[in-house]
């Protein structure tokens, strides 16, 4: 009986000893990805992706406004819908995945189409005189593929 108790109390903090150990390790995690996932694999953490996320989200508020200013009579500024592009293509860029894939299953699927319709966007809007359209479209593309995600 005083055995047992014995091996049990041991038992008990050996598991805590682990556990702190653990637990002190600064991102045990990210020591494990890196032995565990090719080198090229991209991994989101779910932090990241929300606050990547929330960047694209205002900044396609931002061009939604640009764009809006076209609709009240007035041509949109050139420049700040292409600053704004490259901003959202900067930013989805990030979230872009390599070739062994991401953390994120949505990201490998949608973002490199994405990626491509902004840029093809900002060389639009870059023209003189400025096509707007294809601008218009990459402001709804975060609803079509949302819609889909959820």
Known sequence: MIMQRALTVLSATLLLAIILAISGCADF???????????DF????????????DQMAFQLQLLDRALAE???????QQQQVLQTLQNI?????S???GEAGSSH??????MVGFVSDVAQ???????????YYLAG????????CHKVNR
């Open 89 to 93: 293509e900067r930013v989805a860029s």
């Open 29 to 39: 995690a990210a020591a494990v990805r890196q032995v565990t996932y090719p080198p």
């Open 42 to 53: 991209t991994y989101v953490t779910g932090q990241e992706l929300r606050s990547r996320m």
């Open 105 to 110: 299953p949505f990201l490998q699927d949608f």
């Open 137 to 144: 479209r990459v402001a709804g593309g975060c609803v079509n």
């Open 70 to 76: 076209n609709t009240a009579g007035r041509p949109p």
């Open 121 to 131: 966007a900002r060389n639009a809007v870059a023209l003189d005189p400025p096509s």
């Open 95 to 97: 979230l872009q995945v």
